[in-house]
Every structure is written in C-alpha cells, then in structure tokens.
C-alpha cells in the first residue's frame, strides 16, 4: 500500500479516535420533539405546549453524559423567568428537550433552537452558517442573570486556545464546550487497600498514606500518591495484581476500540502538555506564537543494533509535523500495550459479546462478588452511563454497594525508575469528543433569539456548571471550582474527578492553526492507523493480542514520509 492510501487511511481514523461513540453520525433533519416523558423528563419532553408561555427546543446527545442535567437546569431556568415576557402576548418559557443518541450533522433546518452535542467540527459549522454568533452573551458580564453573584464573563472561563480556535473563522464566538471526556483508567481505592497494591517509600507496598511513594505529580499528600510513576512501576504493579489473583484490567470485548483510550492516556502524561498538543497546533498556532511555548518533541529517528530508540528533540512546524507519528510516546505507548498483552493483564471476560454497559457492570459487581478488578479503561463519562448497573448492584448487596470507592487514575509521567519528590508533572486530561452547545443560525431576528441566548448563558453560570457535575460527575470544558462544603457533598468518583482536574491541565484539542481550521474534520494526531503487512490497522490491541506483532512494527508501520505529507497539507507552509 502507498504511503499516500495509507495517510488518506489515518485521516478517516478520527471517527475512531476523537469521535469515539456508539452512535450514529449523521443529519438529524427537521425532527420533532420526541414524546418521551422517562426518567427525569417530565413535562420537558411532551408534545403539549402552553401556548400563554414561549418554547425553547433543545437538542441534546444523551450517550454517557445523560439528559438528567439538562432536565434540571431547565427546571431551574423556567422558575426563575416564569413572569418574564420574552413574546407579546406570552409570559414564562417551557424548555423542550430532545434527547437521542445520534450526533448532529446540522443544525440550520431543524426545529431546534439549541443543542448540545458531540462530534462536532465546529469550525466547519461556523463556516457553512450553521451557528448564531454569540459573542455578546460570551463576553457580557453575568451580573444581571446572576443577581450580582457574578461579575465575570462566559469568556473569563474559558482558557486561552479556546478562546484563540472559536474566533479563528470569523472573529466573534459561535459556539460554547459542553462537557469534558477524558479517556483513560479508573480504579478501586477498596481494592488497592484492600491488597497492598499501593507503591511504599523506600520499596515494597504499602495501604497506609504515610507510607506511599509520592506518585506521578511529585507532590506529597496528593491524591495520587503510592500509584505508579513510571511505565516500568505500571507494569511491575501489573504483575502484582496478577500474583494477588487480581484482575489487573478490564474494558470492552464487542468495543476493543476502548483499549485505545488507554494508550492516549499514557501517550498524553508521558510526553506532557505541550508536547502532546503539537498534534493539533502542528508548532505554529497563536499560542506557540505569543507566548513562551515550547515546541519541541522528543521524537524517534531509528533504532540502534539492540532495539533501543533513538530520540531527537525536533522543533515541530507545519512542514514537519509528520514527524509527530514518530514521537516517543506514542512508542512506549504501544510497549505497554504488547507487555499487557503477553502479562495476560486484560480481563479473561473480554469476549466479542461483552459491551461497553456489559463491562462496567463487571467491574462494578466484581469486587462485592470476592472476583475483584482493579482497574477500568473508559471515559471519565463512564460513572454517569453505569448508573443503572449502580442501581441493580445496591438492590442486590445493599450498603456495600453504596457510594463506591471509585476514583479517576493518574497516569505514569516517565517511562523507567520512580518520580521523586518535586520532580514531577501536572497531570494532563485530554478531552477527546469535541462536545459543544450552540445555537441555530435560524433564530436570528426570531423573537426567541434572546430568549435562547439567555438559556445558553444561563447553562454556564456557575450554579448551573456546579449542578452540571453533581448530576453527570463529569465537568462542563470552562473554569468553575467547588467550595469545600460543596466538594464534600460530591460522591467519591466525581470528588476524585473533581481533585485531579484541580490540579492538572485539560487538553482541549484544537487551535487557531490553519490546518486545523480547514481540515478540522479529518485531522487527527495520527493515533493509531498503521500498516502493517499490508493490512491497514487501527487497534494496538486487536493487531497485537494472539500474534507476535511488536510495538516497534506497529509503530514504523504508521510513520508518514515528508513527500506524502507535503502532498497532502503543502498549500498551507509552502505559500
């Protein structure tokens, strides 16, 4: 196969990789407001309209994030202008809410004012028309909607290549993130405890926090303290489970997809922020441009007689961002992916037929049925989805069922030895789905323009950003914290969810880069097409599990040469 075919091959990987989701991607067209009064609906999603009141019609992808949260947060939003005229003749709102599980191919010509929802290329959203600009309610201060409680701006909240991607086109905002996915593992703390599976300082394992290894971040009396800071501690902790008779790993059988979300996990926290972020911004977007960013990475240019790598540091630009699928993380990435392989580290109930809600119920049931898992690859949405398999397991084992000790695992910064303390790093979360709300171009001069606006601001004031994670357990993609009473009242999963995003940096990834503008929709870090025989592959771990396929070929297998690079993205440096 070409080099060509193959990087046209990587380009389609994005559906597989930031568009991971068991839906159908597709135009939705002028569907009516589904007559679903389930759980949490109410009168939100009936037919019937109070005709004396004003209607909002809002779409939302209902996959792992659920309708709960927006259920409430209309709720709260129809009381508070249940007097207010926003149509003459009209006073008060009823929000009605379309939940469904296919993402939007467009919104422009439906019947809805509002959605929120995943897979979205925003950028070619914005550019076909599709989006109403918002930029007033983005940049207004929240006082008035807030009675005075805040004095910031939606854009306040937003970090700085957020703010540099959703102007990049036309200027103004058009679109606000929804909610935050993170791939990646979370595990059992009873477990852990349970059997000593947490790193001791000065060797050995230890349950007691006094005595943990200060873990990945390098910080004592953090929540990842014990847990393993380096691939090799990953693997050594592995085979402890395995002594222990514990499972060391679970995720899907039918979806082995999600193993991937493993190693985008390890392959971000290992190279780190900023180099992980050259996938989109390809050296040269405005951040790199303004501010001190450093873009170099760490990239593998052969190997030597033994089979080490040999790593370069290359600054990374547009010309040369092929050199990106040759980034050593990716590499050792794919290392842990063949060790967990020949480890027999994956759950033997990974079968063809296990899905995604089969897994998370084996996990959930595994450590109350004395057959314990310690670990769960997913994303972060994963809690959320399960809560009907929750609710199964508390009928069934009562209070041991209640209030789970799950938390959110940071990952290895470094491949070999142990992080000591104050040699660390942040913690890097990368959400992956690009979920956004917006609005329909259609609204504009519409009398329920403002009406609209107002409900999308309403979303992101921080009492309905606070109310958005105690329902999902996951965070909306702005800036908003917990006081410490309300932290407390949190259950433990969205405490540590909660925790570890107050210490490390989410990666949203996309920029103002010129590349990415134009090619949002296809363009991807590269993880994790390759060839290998001539056959296209795209799972570490379908290529590697049952064969002798090693990460080396599965890496070089996916390296793309500067002719096919410049033949595809050379109208963009070579003006």
Known sequence: ???TKTLLKKIVALLLFFLLSFSTVGCR????????TGSGGGNHTTQEID??????????????VGTEWLYA???AFEAKYAETSFEEGKKGVEIKVSPGKSTLGNIKGTNYDIAFSEGVNFHDFITRGEFLDITDIVTESLSEITNGVETGSIEDKLVENQKYSYKAVKGGYYALPNYESWPGVTYDRKVFRDYELYFAEGGGWTNVDSQKTVGPDGVRNTSDDGL?????????????MKALNVTPILTSGAYTVMTN???TAIYSNLVGYDEFMLNFSYGEDTIAKTTDVDTSANIITGFNSEGTPIIEKKTITMSNSYYMMQDYGMYYAYEIMRTLIDEKAWSKKMTGVLSHLDAQTEFIYSDLENNPIAMYVDGCYWYNEASDAFKRSEKKYKEAAVNRDFAWMPMPVQVSGSVTEGHGRQPVLLDELRTFGFLNADLKGKPTEKLAKLFLQFCYTD???KLFTRTTKMFRGVKYEFTDSEYADLCKYAQSVAEIRSRARVLYPYTDNIIDIYNQKHMNPGLYDTVIGGATENTPYDAMKGTSVTARQYFEGGWISPESW??????????
């Open 1 to 3: 196969m070409s080099k």
């Open 566 to 575: 410049t033949q595809q993205y050379g109208e963009y440096f070579n003006k």
């Open 51 to 64: 005709k004396d009141k004003s209607q909002l019609y809002v779409f939302n992808y209902n996959g792992g």
């Open 261 to 263: 979300k493993l190693i």
């Open 228 to 240: 393993p800071s380096s691939l090799e501690e990953f693997v050594t902790l592995i085979k402890r």
């Open 463 to 465: 009492e309905m950003l």
């Open 29 to 36: 067209g002028n569907i009516p407001v589904e007559n679903n």
């Open 73 to 75: 947060t209309a709720d």
